[in-house]
């Protein structure tokens, strides 16, 4: 290997252990590799941002951009709210079945837009519903990430390393659905046996508890009906 060789997988090893060790935001890591990989040659404007085979894959860039403002505007009117506060009260305020629900949720939300903006969106009513029951939010919220990695594997447009694999492969969403959602399920069906046992603790019914969360109106979570249906 040349010297130029070396020294780009340097620059390379040492943005991926400051994203690895978040010392130094992701973004400014990545794009701050990318800056030195230019000043020392290891590729130009050409490769970088034109080329098919090495450069910026701009259809996942734009198909990005489109799911995160749906995301955008679907959580200005309180649609993610509205659907976790019906939620637990589906469950009848028993824990074991507001994670199974809240798991399902966010595995289906995060099959179809942007998986972290998801948990981000259902994260905060989480922590309400769980302040309501007077349990622990932390197990509900590890449920919802593993679930919303689990989920999103399932098409094409549920984790960006898919639609990487998709575009570069020339796999359609169909291809992803058809292999990937049957053994989702599954994992879905094993991984609520497992919280199930790992997180038994965080499972008190309390019949008082319950009834706050029946008293809810998730009606009154949705801030803008119009905007919600010009949305979806």
Sequence with gaps: MSGLAWTAVAVFTVAYVLIATEKIHRVAAALGGAAVMFLIGATDTEHAFFSERSGIDWNVIFL??????????????GAFEYVAVWAAKRAQGRPFRVMVILVLITAVASAALDNVTTVLLIAPVTFLVCERLDVPAVPFLIAEAMASNIGGTSTLVGDPPNIIIGSRGGLSYNDFLIHLAPLVVLLLVVFLG??????RRAFRYDPTRAAQIAALREGDAIRDRRLLVLGL
């Design 64 to 77: 990005l951009i489109g799911m995160m403002l749906i995301v955008a505007v679907l959580k200005r009117t």
């Design 194 to 199: 497992l919280c199930r046992v790992l997180f």
